[in-house]
């Protein structure tokens, strides 16, 4: 199975502030990878898909990026309902993986 | 607009088997793959399988053969899957989730394994 770990575990930051989150497959998977968002007690959702294209109804603050093993999701001005968990999954080959998410907090 | 709506809670002894729903509205449900997760607080999202509601066709996570069946009625747009065999480790929130890039997902069901 392709492991897909995710850093930091916890991040912390500001309104305003750029943040990016990371993820590491352990091969390469092709750009097969998605974002999603999870709130509190809701379903994830999904924010990019193969990378670095943004679902529609998606603020565009959001994007992604990368190739190989080695991807990231950046957003450009965090706001408060960013806050959430995000996590990963790369769906280039069977099983399917999730990362174990970062949980991204207002400083 | 897509829907996915997933059957109640439940609350099932150890040994025992449960099945679970997840009605498709605003799109053509033959048309889309429909994937299974598990959620738990230790193992994190967990992808199970997925089944082709067109033609019935399944492929499964090695480590859930044997513990999830998936299956689909295309009269009522529903998917189902049971989960046979319960233990303590099969508690978890269980969602379905359309397409193999997840794109909607139903609100997750929670399923307690306890005697």
């Known amino acids: ?107 | 607009q897509v829907q996915l709506q997933q059957s109640g809670a439940e609350l099932v002894k150890p040994g025992t088997s449960v099945k679970l729903s997840c009605k498709a509205s605003g799109y053509t449900f033959t048309s889309n793959h429909m994937n299974w997760i598990k959620q738990t607080t230790g193992q994190g999202l967990e992808w199970i399988g997925i089944i082709n509601p067109g033609s019935g066709g399944t492929s499964y996570n090695v480590k859930f053969k044997g513990k999830a069946t998936l299956t689909v009625d295309k009269s009522s747009s529903t998917a189902f899957m049971q989960l046979s065999s319960l233990t303590p480790e099969d508690s978890a929130v269980y969602y379905c989730a359309r397409r193999g890039i997840l794109d909607y997902w139903g609100q997750g069901v929670m399923v307690t394994v306890s005697s």
């Open chain 1, 1 to 107: 199975d392709i492991q897909m770990t995710q850093s930091p575990s916890v991040l912390s930051a500001s309104v305003g502030d750029r943040v990016t989150l990371n993820c590491k497959a352990s091969q390469n998977i092709n750009k097969y990878l998605n974002w999603y968002q999870q709130k509190l007690g809701e379903a994830p959702k999904l924010l990019i898909y193969n990378t670095n294209n943004l679902q529609t109804g998606i603020p565009s603050r959001f994007s992604g990026s990368g190739s190989g093993t080695d991807y990231t999701l950046t957003i450009s001005s965090l706001q408060p309902e960013d806050v959430a968990t995000y996590f990963c999954f790369q769906h280039n080959s069977w099983p399917n993986t999730f990362g174990a998410g970062t949980k991204l907090e207002l400083k």
